[in-house]
């Protein structure tokens, strides 16, 4: 990794040493350090996805067909999104080159979006929903999660979802909880005892 | 069976795991990345009963023979079908089945790809959650320290004394007394302190009308610009505001002078528009304000940019570059304006005025 500072060589060092830096620190740092990568911001993912086509229209003063956008991207060897995917996250290929020149041009609404992919309408979250994402969570991480954590791994799986064009998670966010449960705490308790329910009635079936 | 085999999540992270990634906070991702590579050469991968070794194995097969760190299922379905490694390899969908049916957290599984996970945050907490015991005495102990009641007061106290006290256990902002006792004013109570209950509120400030008719805006603007006169600016109706803002005083009426930001949200959304748009009538400030609008070209940007840099001896702030516009129009009696701070952020920064700066010191200066 020839990028890399030489503080990041220096400390790569220091973690590498099992005697200077003990299992323990190296399993927290290791868990600290690959959620902050994995877990980049909606304003770098906008970023990273159209720098390209934003330094095409700056460069040529001109709206890039499609074309001419994946010739420069085949051209530059260039990570950036196809032509295909952008046209995907944004409706057509306009609505892409707009968003790109939200970055310049500030006036209008003053978020530049990701994706508008799961912009429209969605289907409500049925009670059941909401409780078995609860208990997906502590399936996943071990352990009942806080409001905040609830919400924070919603939008990690919505963000990773945009990345890839999958469809979006059924992961209620605040406002769901909110109008199903009233409280967090409460959405919690009723998640609580209906898997203690399912644990009881798996042990009733194989004793 | 998460309990069997996860880790535990609740504790605090080791100090010098902390101290390391207090080192690497503002560091670049390629830093981030190569630390964590070392972490992963150094870390056995997690022991899994649950039958996904093969899985990993023949991702991380898939990964070398691409060259990727992490593949996508698509180029994991070709080079199963293809390169005659990958024959006999768990398909996509057998692998998505061992992962609770997502792609991403197989790929998250493999050691040498960072994961994220949303308990992270509980390694970072400083301490544990404030008791109602110490929200009680930090609010007994403010009072009587201050007499004051405002909870802004609360957290410029508190800010103060944490600093002194860095060990002191003082909630810094009102959140763990709403959590605690309901809300800020039950907290008082808790706390014994006497606060009047129907009395009006201790303002240092007249009210402010936070959403004015259009005809309110219209008419505050039309007064400043007869007051102001030209250059009609934002800054200078700043100033002519506050200035009425001192005049109206402690007066129980609300102040309804519009802020800057409230006009241009209910006109055209920049300040020249809304002018254009109020005062369109008055050709003279209409024309002004078109003057003030000229096209710059990049080496007028970057000129501006560094007289600026030359008077101040440093990179401006986009504040201090304002101000300076402001005093070098003012030199002209308003005739010459240099060009607007976004005028720059936008050709040289694409919107960010920190990549402005570096751009136009990687650039150099302009010659005169």
């Known amino acids: ?207 | 069976m998460a309990d069997a085999t996860t880790p535990d999540r609740t504790t605090h992270a080791h100090p010098l795991a902390r101290a390391v990634m207090r080192l690497l906070e503002y560091r670049d991702e390629a830093d981030l990345r190569f630390v964590f590579a070392a972490l992963a050469r150094r870390l056995p991968p997690s022991e899994d009963d649950s039958g996904r070794e093969s899985a990993l194995v023949a991702l991380e097969r898939c990964a070398n023979a691409l060259g990727v760190n992490s593949p996508s299922s698509r180029s994991y379905a070709t080079w199963r079908a293809t390169s005659p490694e990958g024959r006999g390899s768990p398909s996509v969908q057998q692998i998505r089945t061992l992962f609770d049916g997502s792609w991403n957290h197989a790929i998250e599984a493999l050691p040498n790809v960072p994961s994220s996970d949303p308990l992270v945050r509980r390694l970072a907490a400083i301490g544990p959650r404030y008791t109602a015991d110490e929200c009680l005495a930090a609010l007994t102990r403010w009072h009587q320290e201050t007499g004051e009641l405002n909870a802004v007061e609360y957290k410029a106290w508190a800010r103060r004394t944490r600093k002194a006290e860095p060990k002191a256990r003082i909630p810094a902002n009102c959140e763990p007394f709403g959590r605690r006792f309901g809300n800020w004013r039950a907290g008082l109570d808790a706390a014994g302190i006497d606060h009047p209950r129907t009395g009006r509120r201790a303002r240092t400030r007249p009210t402010r009308v936070t959403h004015p008719t259009r005809e309110e805006v219209v008419d505050s603007v039309r007064l400043a610009y007869e007051e102001i006169g030209e250059p009609f600016s934002e800054i200078r109706y700043v100033a002519w505001r506050d200035h009425r803002a001192v005049q109206h005083g402690a007066s129980p009426a609300p102040f309804r002078v519009p802020s800057p930001q409230i006009i241009t949200r209910t006109f055209g959304r920049s300040w020249g528009k809304a002018v254009t748009e109020i005062l369109g009538d008055q050709l003279k400030a209409v024309a002004a304000m078109r003057q003030r609008r000229a096209r710059f070209s990049p080496t007028d940007l970057a000129r501006a940019w560094w007289e600026c840099h030359q008077t101040l001896g440093r990179a401006p702030s986009v504040s201090e570059y304002e101000r300076w516009r402001h005093s070098e129009a003012q030199r002209t009696a308003f005739e010459c304006w240099p060009p607007s701070e976004s005028s720059i952020r936008q050709r040289f920064g694409h919107g960010s005025w920190p990549r402005a700066c570096e751009r136009l010191q990687q650039e150099g200066p302009v010659d005169a």
Request: proline content about 7%; some cysteine.
């Open chain 1, 1 to 207: 990794m020839p990028d890399a500072s030489e503080v990041a060589f220096v400390l790569a060092e220091l973690v590498s040493d099992r005697t200077a830096f003990p299992d323990d620190a190296a399993s927290d740092l290791r868990r600290v350090l690959g959620h902050r990568i994995a877990t980049p911001t909606p304003a770098v993912l906008r970023y990273d996805r159209l720098q390209l086509l934003l330094s095409m229209l700056l460069d040529d003063g001109v709206v890039p067909t499609v074309d001419e956008y994946t010739a420069r991207r085949i051209a530059c060897r260039s990570d950036a999104p196809a032509s295909s995917t952008l046209i995907n996250a944004y409706g057509h290929w306009l609505g892409a080159c707009r968003a790109a020149w939200r970055f310049v041009d500030r006036t209008g609404h003053p978020s530049v979006p990701h994706t508008l992919r799961y912009a429209g309408p969605h289907e409500a979250y049925t009670l059941r929903e909401i409780l078995d994402a609860i208990i997906r969570f502590r399936t996943r991480f071990g352990d009942w999660p806080t409001q905040w954590e609830f919400i924070e791994w919603g939008q990690i799986e919505r963000r990773a979802a945009g990345r890839t064009g999958a469809p979006g998670p059924r992961i209620p966010a605040a406002g769901s909880l909110a109008r199903a449960f009233g409280t967090f705490p409460r959405a919690l308790a009723a998640a609580q005892r209906s898997e203690g329910d399912i644990r009881d009635l798996r042990g009733r079936r194989d004793p």
